[in-house]
C-alpha cells in the first residue's frame, strides 16, 4: 500500500487530494495547524474511529515553520508521495503579513526538501510542490507565442504570495537536481470550488449571491471586476497533481484550462444560476450592477434592485489584471483533460451555497438568525 502524506490537508485541494489517494487505495496521512477551534469541516468525513482496523486516513499537528515537528512526521509516516499543499496563499492578505507568508510558503518548501534528504528518502519519496500563476505576475511580454503563459514563461511575481512561491519553486528545482530528488512543481491557475475559503473572490461572489437571492443580504463589494482569471475546478487539478507524481521523469508542469473569464462575468454567470439577470452600469469605482429580473420563483427580489458596488479599499497595490495558462505540455504527455468547465464549476459552487445559506433562511425566519457571515 502506497503512504501519501498532505500538508494543507484541510484546505480545499488537501481534501479533494486526500480523498481521491483514498479511493486509489492509498494510506492517506495529514497535517493540521493545532487552534483552538476545530478547522476539519473539509476532511471530517474522512476521519474514521483510529482504532477502526481499516482507518487509512491518519492526522498530524504539524507546522510549515516547524523544521523538528515535520522532520519527525515524515520519519514516522514513511510516505512514498508528499504533497505540499500548505501555504497562506490568500494574494490580498500576504501584502499585510509579509514576513509570515514568506516563512510558510518559501522556508516551508525547503524544510520538506531538506526533511527528505538527512532522513535518507530521496530515492524513496517523491514530493509535488503547489507553485502559483502568480509567479508570472501578468506581464504581457512574458507570454508564448500563443499568448499564454507556459512552463518556460519567466517569472515576474506582483506580490509577497508570488515571491514567497517563487523561493519555492526553485529551491524545489534545485533539490532535484542537486540531489537527483523526484521533486515536482505544479504550477496552478486559479481553481475554484464549493470548499473554496469564504474570503477568496469567487466564493465571496457566490455566498454574497445565494444570500442576496434568498433575501439575507442586500448588496456585496468587490474590487477591480476587469480582472481576468483561468478558472478551472479544484477537482481536476487534484487529479494532475497526483499524475505529475506518476510520471517517468520529475518535471514541472502548468496546470490550467487555457480560457480566461472576467471577475464581472462570474458574477453574472453566479447570478443566473438563481435565475437573476444583471445589468453593470458605470465604469471603475463608480460602476454598480442592478437586477434586471428574476425568473426564479424561489427568490423574491425587485428588478432595479442595486446587489453589487465597487470598494477600492479590495485593490491590491500592484494588480495582476490577466492570468491564463497554456496546458499543452500536461495534455500531450500526461493525457490530463479537465473534466469541469466554467460553467459546471458556478454550478456546483452556487448549488451548494444556496443549501448553505437555506440553513441561515431557515433559523431567521424561526426567530434564531445565526448566520455563517453576520452583517
Keep these: 500500500m502506497k503512504v ?4 494543507g490537508v484541510t484546505g480545499q485541494d488537501g481534501s479533494y487530494l486526500a480523498e481521491l489517494l483514498l479511493e486509489k487505495g492509498y494510506e492517506v ?3 493540521k495547524r493545532r487552534a483552538s477551534s476545530l478547522n476539519t469541516d473539509r476532511i471530517d468525513h474522512l476521519y474514521q474511529d483510529p482504532h477502526h ?3 487509512r486516513f491518519k492526522l498530524h499537528y504539524g507546522d510549515l515553520t516547524d523544521a523538528m ?3 519527525r512526521i515524515i520519519e514516522e509516516c514513511q510516505p512514498d508521495e508528499i504533497y505540499n499543499l500548505g501555504a497562506m496563499s490568500h494574494v490580498a492578505v500576504s501584502f499585510d503579513t509579509p514576513e509570515y507568508v514568506g516563512n510558510v510558503d518559501g522556508l516551508g518548501t525547503l524544510r520538506i526538501l531538506e526533511a527528505v534528504r538527512l532522513l535518507g528518502l530521496e530515492k524513496k519519496t517523491k514530493i509535488y510542490q503547489a507553485s502559483t500563476s502568480e509567479l508570472y505576475g501578468g506581464m504581457p511580454e512574458n507570454k508564448n507565442d500563443k499568448g499564454f503563459y507556459d512552463e518556460n514563461s519567466p517569472f515576474y511575481p506582483r506580490s509577497p504570495y508570488g515571491v514567497a512561491k517563487i523561493y519555492g ?3 524545489t528545482k534545485n533539490y532535484r537536481e542537486a540531489y537527483n530528488m523526484f521533486a515536482c512543481n505544479g504550477v496552478l491557475f486559479n481553481h475554484e470550488s464549493p470548499r473554496r475559503g469564504e474570503t477568496f473572490v469567487t466564493r465571496k461572489i457566490t455566498r454574497a449571491t445565494a444570500r442576496i437571492a434568498l433575501g439575507l443580504q442586500e448588496k456585496f463589494y468587490l474590487g477591480n471586476l476587469e ?3 483561468d478558472w478551472g475546478h479544484a477537482k481536476d487539478y487534484v487529479r494532475m497533481m497526483w499524475m505529475i507524481l506518476q510520471a517517468e521523469e520529475p518535471e514541472d508542469w502548468v496546470i490550467a484550462t487555457g480560457k480566461t473569464t472576467t471577475v464581472r462575468e462570474f458574477v453574472r454567470l453566479a447570478f443566473k444560476e438563481v435565475g437573476i439577470e444583471l445589468e453593470f452600469k458605470g465604469k471603475g469605482i463608480n460602476e454598480t450592477a442592478v437586477v434586471v429580473k428574476c425568473s426564479d420563483p424561489r427568490f423574491k427580489i425587485e428588478s ?3 446587489v453589487l458596488s465597487i470598494d477600492p479599499a479590495y485593490f491590491r497595490p500592484t494588480e495582476v489584471d490577466l492570468l491564463i495558462g497554456d496546458p499543452t505540455k500536461a495534455k500531450e504527455k500526461l493525457g490530463w ?3 469541469h468547465n466554467l460553467a459546471s464549476l458556478v454550478k456546483d459552487m452556487m448549488h451548494s451555497d444556496i443549501k448553505l445559506m437555506q440553513k441561515d433562511q431557515y433559523l431567521k425566519e424561526g426567530g434564531y438568525f445565526i448566520s455563517n457571515n453576520p452583517e
Excluded at 501519501?4 to 500538508?7: E, Q, R
Design 4 to 7: 501519501a502524506l498532505i500538508t
Design 29 to 31: 496521512h495529514g497535517i
Design 53 to 55: 482496523p481499516n482507518q
Design 69 to 71: 515537528n515535520l522532520t
Design 169 to 171: 519553486f526553485w529551491i
Design 227 to 229: 480582472a481576468k482569471r
Design 304 to 306: 432595479g434592485t442595486e
Design 337 to 339: 483533460v479537465p473534466e
